[in-house]
């Protein structure tokens, strides 16, 4: 069966430090993989996405993904976070399109000054 | 105005009540999925529908029920709240993939607060 870890249950970092959140998949076909973040008190937002092509993947508010598929990871990564990005994290993936997404548990990220 | 919504957005209910929890969604969307997030646990699929015909059970199916009224609301119900139905409910949507091997993103709600005393 598909699933997701995040081996990082709460991750603190300082503002302007760099970030990487990790996510591991399982399962043996070439998943289509997914970053979503959920401010305090919102919905979720999609990121980023990679479904095949450049394994380096640009997404919005500054962030990107490496898709490796020897190491079975998609790690999400930004070079200078902003107190702004204090949210939880959520990696995805899925094997086709008729089945729905599965959700890692999520990484809650903290930034302090 | 926001493309799926939520309501109620947030209810408190005793143990034993029939709670209905529904979603709306503007996007022409034919995928509807309910989850639910539980501090510590991420997202959890209770049930997804893939078009108005089509109602499947996801990992945690039990206690729950939905109904696709038209493809753009999918409801949630509660048929005999437990306390340990207290959590964050979510409804997303998403387009049927483009072509082979495509997928859809998904379009999340705000959710919505349930507490079961």
């Not at chain 2, 709306?24 to 699929?45: A, E, F, I, N, V």
């Amino acid at each position: 069966a598909q699933s997701v870890t995040q081996p990082d249950i709460h991750i603190t970092v300082s503002e302007g430090a760099s970030l990487e959140l990790r996510c591991n998949y399982s399962y043996g076909a070439t998943p289509y993989l997914f970053w979503y973040v959920q401010s305090p008190g919102q919905g979720l937002q999609l990121l980023l996405k990679y479904f095949s092509g450049d394994t380096l993947v640009q997404g919005i508010k500054g962030f990107e993904a490496e898709f490796k598929r020897s190491q079975s990871s998609f790690n999400l990564r930004k070079p200078s976070v902003h107190w702004s990005d204090a949210a939880e994290y959520f990696c995805a993936v899925v094997y086709s399109g008729n089945t729905p997404l599965v959700f890692g548990k999520g990484t809650r990220l903290s930034v302090i000054a | 105005d926001a493309d799926v919504t939520q309501t109620p957005r947030n209810r408190i209910t005793k143990t034993g009540k029939r709670i209905m929890l529904e979603c709306s969604q503007t996007k022409g969307h034919d995928r509807m999925y309910w989850y639910r997030q539980d501090p510590g646990l991420g997202l959890r699929l209770i049930y997804y529908s893939f078009d108005v015909k089509d109602i499947n059970k996801g990992e945690i199916s039990d206690g729950y029920s939905v109904s696709r009224q038209a493809q753009a609301k999918f409801s949630l119900s509660l048929e005999s709240a437990i306390p340990n139905q207290t959590a964050l409910y979510f409804c997303a949507t998403s387009d049927r993939p483009s072509g082979r091997g495509n997928y859809n993103e998904q379009f999340f709600g705000p959710g919505t607060r349930l507490t079961v005393l």
